[in-house]
């Protein structure tokens, strides 16, 4: 066992260093940031100059070394813009996060693996195709365009709740919302589809003949097992959450790691950027390392292969 | 079942403990019915810090304003210098100024705000330490002395007949002692000055709340509290505020000014900016824009009243020359006007067939007023004469790195301002080492620098009147406006725009 946690933690490890990596590079191809944050009438001398204070003259490679030398450190330098440390600001926007993503997921639960179920029990009635029909409209519709409609309709038109900001648990409802949306959708397809399999098995028609109630039957005995696969689909959908509100942030001007990110690379503050990408391919990967080790922990196959 | 239950209550209990952490005071739900002493402006941006004299950014500026008060503002109609913490100002030669300062103001936190004060703030923006992008405008400062309480000297290396301007546009006043004792992170982040609103609490991407500072030396605010509410979309903060929550935001596209205006409690204030739109037209390379007769015509060409009317419904103030009227020394100068006629033999002159010409028109997307469509606009024009037009579209980053690193191609869109004093603007555009507008003249340059360093008010206002009347014989551009600062406000906000875009909650109240 702790062969295997070692070795996917070296996992872990590979992956935080190649999305540093890769990121590192790929902001350097949008620009030198001195030009944006000095004023229109500096002159080039004095460009230069801010480019050497900064570092930004230096070989791509150096600056690269230093930059993964610091980062072991947990140092990801200073915000060009304000000065102050950056993985501290992006650690200042992840409760944020965390919060929204947390509160979209359990909305996405408590709506998907009921209608799922149900949806897969009465399979082809109408139900059933009502449910199926709403999930593709969730999965394709884009979300700034659903916040949107959602803001128009509960907070231009109805005035019940915030346009948008933070701060109470009304405040999380539209966004969290907006953001489920897809997770709703793809919950509620994998569970209707898990849960069919399920059904089929000939463990149910034994409860079925041995007189199990239709509650029993599906709460007792087929709902536990189809729930398996749809804990992996949580995870993942958990660490898209984290790193992926981008969209819904903006539109609801939600304070997280999403909006940070985003105005940081429009400003180049590139110190930001990569602490904020640190933190998202950690938690991204840590999460996958966790579901690893508890799959491991209840599937002993799993450690053997 | 029960471990899925299990889950769900700890997350539950884990989002409550997130809501702990990040909701000790929300933003007001409440729209109506709240009490009328406070008012929350939607603002696009986080203001970058609130420390003065630091981040060169209209977000940061117009936020940090409220807290801090410069040495010299401006009229809100017509730019004009007033003093503010400065009493009055004088040159004694070129390179000293003195300025006198007002007597029995206070800082946020009862101390005296006097010349060590003002000495203080700028020798801030020159110390390379604090990392300040104010800093390059500021080098030529030589010395700031302390001759009074009352009274600073500033000797500068060179004759800087643009000081008062910086000091306007740049110099906020830092209480010295809080600085030196908190240093400069914290102070950076609960600001104190001698402005008409303390500080209460800044939540980043948040919220900024003020509170009214009743001793301010101009008298208590009759607004006791605003809240700057940051909302980056543009449609959430329209949607925010035909709901009511907020009171008043800027920068209303000119597309849905009918869409704020059919709000229930809404309307409308407009004012003409000090912010310029130019088509510029690159000089740098061999190529037709060299010879001033294709210029002329590209002059001709572009109808700057249709853009105006169709693209920006009106929302404009046309420009002739390259000042705006807001502009010290502006004087009137030929208007090209829109003649397809001329700018088709002007190209004959200069031994061009109008097809023969293929011109790149680079324009950033969303930094001015429907710039994408403005640039489609131009391009359509100069069509109707027979030049091609290649319009590419650029993120605004890329845009102005293009322009800083001479990269751009025939012509492009920028914008230019706050611009009060005409130095910046001539030596920052029509200079060769300004990289703005594309364009150079060894004469002209000449010139400007000569008339930037003249000391003498009616020599200085001559030189800028022939100045002015070159450039646009020189066709050295496509003069086009002055954007048009829209803001929607609620109808019962007694809020008057002012051409610096300077929102001070001062000199706002409630009907």
Not at chain 1, 177 to 194: D, E, K, M, N, V
Not at chain 1, 270 to 279: D, H, K, Q, S, T
């Amino acid at each position: 066992m702790l062969d295997f946690v070692i070795k996917r933690l070296a996992q872990v490890v590979i992956v935080v260093f190649l999305a540093l990596t890769v990121v590192f590079f790929l902001i350097r191809l949008s620009g030198d940031p001195v030009a944006l944050f000095l004023p229109p009438d500096t002159s080039r001398e004095q460009i230069e100059e801010y480019r050497e204070v900064l570092g930004f003259n230096r070989p791509l490679y150096e600056q690269y070394g230093e930059f993964m030398g610091n980062a072991v450190k947990g140092d990801f330098g200073t915000s060009l813009k304000t000065n102050e440390d950056a993985l501290t600001m992006v650690l200042e926007r992840l409760p944020a996060t965390v919060q929204l993503a947390i509160a979209s997921l359990i909305i996405a639960l408590v709506v998907a693996i009921p209608v799922g179920v149900l949806a897969a029990y009465k399979k082809n009635s109408v139900f059933d195709k009502f449910a199926v029909g709403v999930t593709i409209v969730g999965q394709a519709m884009p979300s700034f365009w659903l916040g949107l409609l959602l803001i128009y309709f509960f907070a231009v038109q109805m005035n019940w709740l915030p346009s948008g900001g933070s701060g109470s648990p009304i405040h999380l409802l539209l966004p969290s919302l907006t953001l489920a949306t897809y997770s709703i959708a793809r919950f509620t397809r994998f569970t209707r589809s898990t849960m069919l399999d399920v059904l089929r098995m000939d463990y149910i028609r034994t409860a079925k003949a041995s007189g199990a109630t239709t509650f029993s039957l599906v709460s007792k005995y087929a709902l536990k097992n189809s729930l398996i696969p749809i804990i992996t689909l949580v995870a993942l959908d958990l660490g898209t959450l984290l790193g992926g509100a981008v969209v819904v942030e903006m539109i609801f001007a939600w304070p997280g790691i999403g909006r940070l990110l985003m105005q940081s690379l429009l400003n180049r503050d590139f110190p930001i950027v990569m602490a904020g990408v640190f933190i998202i391919a950690f938690i991204y990967a840590m999460i996958n390392f966790i579901a690893d080790i508890v799959y491991a922990y209840v599937n002993p196959q799993i450690r053997v292969k | 079942m029960k471990k899925l239950a299990v889950l769900l209550v700890l997350m539950v209990m884990a989002l409550v403990g997130c809501t702990k952490g990040t909701s000790e005071s929300g933003g007001d739900t409440a729209p109506q019915g709240e009490s009328k002493d406070k008012v929350i402006i939607g603002f696009e941006a986080d203001a970058g810090t609130l420390m003065a004299n630091t981040d060169v950014n209209y977000a940061t500026d117009a936020q940090i304003r409220n807290i801090y008060d410069p040495l010299i503002g401006r009229d809100a109609d017509t730019g004009e210098y007033i003093p503010v913490l400065a009493e009055s100002w004088a040159s004694v030669d070129e390179h000293t100024w003195r300025i006198k300062l007002k007597d029995n103001v206070k800082f946020h936190n009862d101390k005296m705000f006097n010349a060590e004060a003002v000495k203080f703030s700028i020798d801030y923006m020159l110390d390379e330490k604090n990392n300040s992008f104010y800093r390059s405008r500021w080098e030529n400062i030589k010395e700031v002395k302390v001759l009074s309480d009352t009274e600073v000297e500033i000797t500068t290396k060179e004759p800087f007949p643009g000081l008062i301007e910086r000091i306007t546009v740049d110099l906020l006043i830092m209480e010295p002692s809080y600085v030196k004792e908190v240093g400069n992170e914290e102070a950076g982040k609960k600001p104190i000055g001698t402005g008409a609103y303390k500080f209460e609490e800044w939540s980043r991407d948040n919220y900024l709340k003020l509170v009214a500072f009743d001793d301010y030396w101009q008298g208590a605010p009759k607004i006791k509290a605003i809240e700057f509410r940051y909302i980056p979309e543009f449609s959430s903060r329209l949607s925010t505020f035909l709901s009511g929550e907020i009171d008043l935001f800027k920068n209303v596209p000119v597309d849905s000014v009918e869409k704020v205006k059919a709000g229930d409690n809404a309307k409308i204030e407009e004012v003409a900016s000090s912010r310029i739109n130019y088509l510029a037209l690159n000089t740098f390379y061999d190529g037709p824009l060299q010879d001033v007769k294709v210029r002329q015509a590209i002059n001709y060409a572009v109808n700057v009243d249709e853009l105006l009317e169709s693209v920006l419904n009106g929302h404009g103030t046309k420009m002739t020359g390259p000042l705006s009227q807001l502009n010290m020394n502006y004087t009137e100068t030929k208007d090209y006007g829109y003649n397809e006629e001329k700018a088709v033999a002007l190209l004959k002159e200069a031994g061009y067939k109008p097809e023969d010409i293929i011109l790149t028109l680079d324009t950033p997307s969303g930094r001015y007023p429907m710039d994408v469509q403005i640039a489609q606009g131009i391009a359509a024009q100069l069509q109707r004469v027979g030049i091609k037009v290649d319009v590419k579209v650029n993120e605004w980053g890329t845009h102005l790195e293009k322009i800083r690193n001479r990269e751009m191609g025939d012509m492009y869109i920028l914008g230019w301002g706050p611009a009060f004093e005409p130095q910046s603007t001539v030596v920052d555009l029509f200079t060769k080492e300004a990289p703005y507008s594309g364009f150079y003249d060894e004469a002209v340059q000449a010139k400007i620098f000569k008339t930037v360093e003249t000391f003498d008010d009616d020599e200085r206002r001559e030189g800028y009147n022939e100045l002015q009347h070159t450039l646009v014989e020189q066709a050295s551009w496509v003069p086009l406006w002055q954007q048009a600062d829209l803001y929607a406000v609620k109808k019962d906000l007694n809020f008057k725009p002012r051409v610096d875009e300077e929102i001070s909650a001062f000199y706002m109240s409630w009907k």
